[in-house]
């Protein structure tokens, strides 16, 4: 059975920083690639991070390029999504993703496994 596990997250004054974790278990690491998607109130879910088959490239939606940085460690089967320069409008829960195909970076519908969501409130 996969499973992710989150870490991380919390409360925050804008310019600060957080970071979200996230573990896999369950499959080799090897076998996935993963992301990162937020959900805010009202909204509805988007991408915010994800890297290509085997971790060559990392995507950025545009909101948080420049300020997000996602990385990952083959060792410990787990991402990391540091985030600086926090902004009230980054408030949301932040779900980590895994997808079995080479496709599909950005689109949610597909990635297989899904963690239970990290919540990051940014206070203005």
């Known amino acids: 059975q996969v499973q992710l596990i989150q870490s991380g997250g919390g409360w925050v004054e804008a310019g600060g920083s957080l970071r979200v974790s996230c573990a896999i278990s369950?499959?080799?690491?090897?076998?996935?690639?993963m992301g990162w998607f937020r959900k805010a109130p009202g909204k509805e879910r988007e991408f915010v991070a994800g890297?290509?088959?085997?971790?060559?490239?990392?995507d950025y939606a545009s909101s948080v390029r420049e300020r997000f940085l996602m990385s990952r460690d083959n060792v410990k089967s787990t991402i990391d999504l540091q985030m600086n320069n926090l902004k009230s409008e980054d408030t949301a829960v932040y779900y980590c993703?895994?997808?079995?195909?080479?496709?599909?970076?950005?689109?949610?519908?597909?990635?297989?496994?899904w963690g239970p969501g990290t919540q990051v409130t940014v206070s203005s």
């Open positions: 993703a895994a997808r079995l195909s080479q496709q599909g970076v950005s689109n949610a519908a597909i990635y297989a496994y």
């Open positions: 369950g499959r080799p690491f090897s076998s996935v690639a």
């Open positions: 890297e290509s088959w085997r971790g060559a490239n990392i």
